[in-house]
């Protein structure tokens, strides 16, 4: 058991018969009032996430899990198989691991994969990605003032909403997380 002193940001713990990552916590120590930490949690199974206020030194239940890294090699039918970057074993991952950021995957792009023991937790994907825009509408010189924005195919299949003076062809930088445009990469 651990507790509220032992937090890290990236910590997993089990909460409410549940599993959550530590995203980011606040030691509050409120003058007269009893000390807490005010901690914002991220479920591994749903990847909602949560503010929770827990007593300062309050027990945790800390869970173990071992990161490694994994290489993204192809797509099996609904699923993914990805190969072991240490002893090269390959195994099928399920979409419902991956969540919305397989739209985002790329051919031997790296995945961090948590685990419990041999039971898979949590399939992590790089936050930025850079790909190639395959289609959009073409853009117009000198429309780079204005933050009026154009839908853009890229070279996964999924849309991003891009500034108008992003061209096919162009490399951009974006964010997993939220699918947003985060900025044009300089070859």
């Known amino acids: 058991m651990a507790s509220t ?7 997993v713990i089990r909460w409410n018969n549940e599993l959550w990552t530590l995203v980011e916590f606040q030691h509050v120590n409120p003058g007269n009032w ?14 909602r996430v949560i503010e929770n206020r827990f007593r300062a030194g309050e027990s945790i239940d800390q869970v173990r899990v071992e990161r490694k ?6 797509r099996e039918g609904a699923d993914f198989v990805v190969m072991d970057n240490e002893n090269y074993e390959q195994m099928n991952i399920s979409p419902d691991l991956i ?3 397989e739209k985002f995957l790329k051919e031997n792009m790296n995945l961090e994969i948590l685990f419990d023991g041999t ?5 992590e994907i790089p936050i930025f990605v850079e790909l190639e825009v395959t289609m959009t509408e073409p853009g117009l010189k000198g429309d780079t003032v204005s933050n009026t924005l154009k839908p853009a195919t890229v070279e996964t299949g999924a ?7 992003v061209n096919q062809g162009d490399k951009l930088k974006i964010d997993t997380r939220t699918g947003g445009y985060v900025e044009r990469v300089k070859n």
Do not use: S
């Open 159 to 165: 849309t991003v909403m891009v500034p108008l003076f």
């Open 99 to 101: 969540g919305d950021g």
């Open 5 to 11: 002193a032992d937090f890290r940001p990236g910590m």
């Open 69 to 74: 890294v994994f290489q993204y090699l192809y």
């Open 119 to 123: 039971k898979i937790l949590n399939v």
């Open 34 to 47: 009893r000390a807490f930490v005010r901690a914002k949690l991220k479920n591994m199974k749903t990847g």
